[in-house]
């Protein structure tokens, strides 16, 4: 199994911009598609991006293309968040997750890091 560790998170105002790490241990990192997501309170946990191992491919929701970038380094064991022109509904407790098929499925999730958005 990997390990996962998400950091990154904080308060910004709507249009602002952050950027979420998620640092892997464990197993080898590079063998594991990664993916973001995130649970707003009183909703169900959604889908964000996902990322193929090799980064040849991704995939995002609707709601947040074209303002969400996600990236990874295999020499670093982690993958990125670049999150930009931030919304109040992007307000959530964001979690990575690794695994082994594409399409992704989470297999492992990191405890989340907590982003909100104020108007």
């Known amino acids: 199994q990997v390990q996962l560790a998400e950091s990154g998170g904080g308060l910004v105002q709507a249009g602002g911009s952050l950027r979420l790490s998620c640092a892997a241990s464990?197993?080898?990192?590079?063998?594991?598609?990664m993916g973001w997501f995130r649970q707003a309170p009183g909703k169900e946990r959604e889908f964000v991006v996902a990322i193929m191992w090799n980064a040849i491919s991704t995939y995002y929701a609707d709601s947040v293309k074209g303002r969400f970038t996600i990236s990874r380094d295999n020499a670093k064991n982690t993958v990125y968040l670049q999150m930009n022109s931030l919304k109040p509904e992007d307000t959530a407790v964001y979690y990575c997750a690794a695994g082994t098929t594409w399409p992704f499925r989470p297999a492992m999730w990191g405890l989340g890091t907590q982003v909100t958005v104020s108007s």
């Open positions: 464990g197993r080898t990192f590079s063998n594991y598609n």
